[in-house]
């Protein structure tokens, strides 16, 4: 009789420690990251040919029938709210649907630079 202690197996490289590192980046970006927010309503961009997508800067959605959205405002209250705030934005991005007339937009670009905004950026998707 053997009374010797049983070899242990060979098992190769332990995974658990790098799935714990998977598990902690994962979790990392996601608290990292921001979340883009969505849309009051269908907005139709326009295509950009040039340029970067938009970023997490202050955004103003223009429907397709004129119609404003700003930080929960819809509007007459939209436009209201942005020029309250117009001291302390650095910027301002405009999503206006594709279907709106160039001339609706410049007109409000123009009322909102009247109104203090500094710099308006019309914001759209790449093709």
Same mark, same amino acid.
Request: aromatic share 6%; hydrophobic share 45%.
């Given at each position: 009789m053997d009374f010797? +202690?049983?070899?242990k197996r060979q098992t190769g490289e332990p995974i658990l +420690?790098?799935?714990? @590192? @998977?598990f902690l980046l994962l979790i990392f970006f996601l608290l990292s990251s921001q979340i883009a927010p969505r849309a009051p309503f269908a907005v139709t961009p326009p295509r950009l040919e040039t340029g970067e997508p938009s970023g997490s800067e202050a955004l103003l959605f223009m429907a397709a029938d004129g119609r404003l959205?700003?930080?929960?405002a819809q509007t007459q209250d939209a436009m209201a709210a942005v020029l309250?705030?117009?001291s302390e934005l650095d910027s301002l991005s405009l999503r206006a649907d594709a279907n709106v007339p160039a001339r609706e937009v410049a007109a409000l670009i123009t009322q909102l630079r009247d109104g203090g905004i500094r710099s308006v950026t019309l914001r759209g998707t790449r093709p």
């Amino acid at each position: 009789m053997d009374f010797s +202690p049983a070899k242990k197996r060979q098992t190769g490289e332990p995974i658990l +420690p790098m799935i714990n @590192v @998977v598990f902690l980046l994962l979790i990392f970006f996601l608290l990292s990251s921001q979340i883009a927010p969505r849309a009051p309503f269908a907005v139709t961009p326009p295509r950009l040919e040039t340029g970067e997508p938009s970023g997490s800067e202050a955004l103003l959605f223009m429907a397709a029938d004129g119609r404003l959205h700003f930080s929960g405002a819809q509007t007459q209250d939209a436009m209201a709210a942005v020029l309250a705030q117009a001291s302390e934005l650095d910027s301002l991005s405009l999503r206006a649907d594709a279907n709106v007339p160039a001339r609706e937009v410049a007109a409000l670009i123009t009322q909102l630079r009247d109104g203090g905004i500094r710099s308006v950026t019309l914001r759209g998707t790449r093709p």
